[in-house]
């Protein structure tokens, strides 16, 4: 009984997925292993979720929640100013200056956008190395495509916490 719950458990409701790359430094480094939830999970702005594999993305990935549907995203290119709704967003996770001026010549959306309906945006915490909805080949993306909600860092053990 105690195997069929396990399980179940990491089946349905906890899966653990592992950090790739830069894209979210300094809040989650590659290596990290996550603890994440999937069980009647609806998105919510500051989220961290993981993407499971899309049309537009290579392998999943892990980013951050900026906007939900209906809500309207523009970025300041020269200030690294991120609006949602015209008000800029405040970024408490994020260190140093950003220019969020990407470090390849791959198309990026124009701005102001509206993130339509059963869609997210989001976008890296390490923004000048994240391939995110900035990009026209990630773009919106379907909610149907989220993994899961980021819970917890539990590998490696002296980095065991939330994650925020």
Known sequence: MAVIAVVLIFTFLIRVVTVSGASMEPTLFSGDKLLVSSFFYQPQQGDVVVLRRTSGLAKPIVKRVIALPGQIVDIDYETGTVLVDGEPLEEPYLHGELTLRPLTSEPLLEFPQTVPEGHIFVLGDNRD???????????????????????WIVFPFDRIERVE
Not at 129 to 151: H, L, N, P, T
């Open 129 to 151: 190395v994240s391939e995110d909805s900035r990009f026209v080949s990630v773009g919106m993306v379907d909610q149907r495509y989220i993994f899961g909600k980021a819970e």
